[in-house]
């Protein structure tokens, strides 16, 4: 998240999903082993952010993500040549996602182990199917901003970690639009300064 509060920039698109300057929040992880691995590439550094990447990545049995953070094109899907989104042949979650869509889809499996599940009956739905599917473990909520809206004001978030970015992108997608004033029980416990980022995470007591 950028000081001023967005987490992707003015103007997204299919060409451009993070919008004008959204990159420059993610560049502190681009360098990093613990980043690279889950995306087939080798090598990388090692640092403070290591350990809250390699944290956020543990015993994790399935994902939640909204239908921007899957592949944008709004509206319903192509009947004869539906997209794939952003992810490629092989995503790097390696595990279940749930796409809340409020389109009706088949199931989109891609190798290494990644299906992508289109759920069109809300954030509880999605959240239930991913604990069954998780099998126990973690479910990741990985975005975006909107679909992290819905689980905050509903009070389904059991930890946040917020990657603060020290730059301004003046306009875009804030993350906490229309939340209000109440993280719904959600309380800072740890804080991790690094190179380019700082990370603060919260948790339910």
Avoid: C
Avoid at 43 to 59: D, F, H, M, Q
Avoid at 120 to 146: H, P
């Amino acid at each position: 998240m950028s000081l001023d509060g967005f987490v992707a920039g003015p103007s997204q698109s299919v060409d451009n999903p993070l919008g004008i300057g959204g990159m420059r929040l993610h560049e502190w992880a681009f360098g990093l082993a613990s980043w690279r691995a889950p995306h087939g590439l080798e090598g990388g550094e090692v640092n403070e952010s290591t350990r809250v990447i390699e944290e956020s990545l543990a015993n994790i049995g399935a994902t939640v993500m909204g239908r921007n953070m899957f592949g944008g094109h709004p509206g319903r899907w192509d009947a004869k040549q539906p997209w794939n989104g952003w992810w490629g042949v092989n995503p790097p979650f390696h595990h279940p996602v749930f796409v809340l869509t409020h389109h009706k889809r088949e199931p989109l499996e891609l190798d290494g182990g990644t299906t992508f599940t289109f759920v069109t009956n809300g954030i509880e739905a999605a959240l239930e199917q991913a604990r069954r599917a998780g099998g126990g473990k973690d479910v990741s909520l990985a975005g975006g901003a909107k679909a992290a809206q819905e689980y905050l004001a509903a009070g389904l978030v059991d930890e946040m970690e917020i990657s603060l970015v020290p730059t301004l992108l003046g306009s875009g997608e804030r993350l906490f639009e229309g939340v209000g004033d109440d993280l719904r029980g959600l309380k800072l416990v740890r804080t991790v300064v690094a190179p380019q980022v700082t990370h603060l995470k919260f948790a339910k007591h």
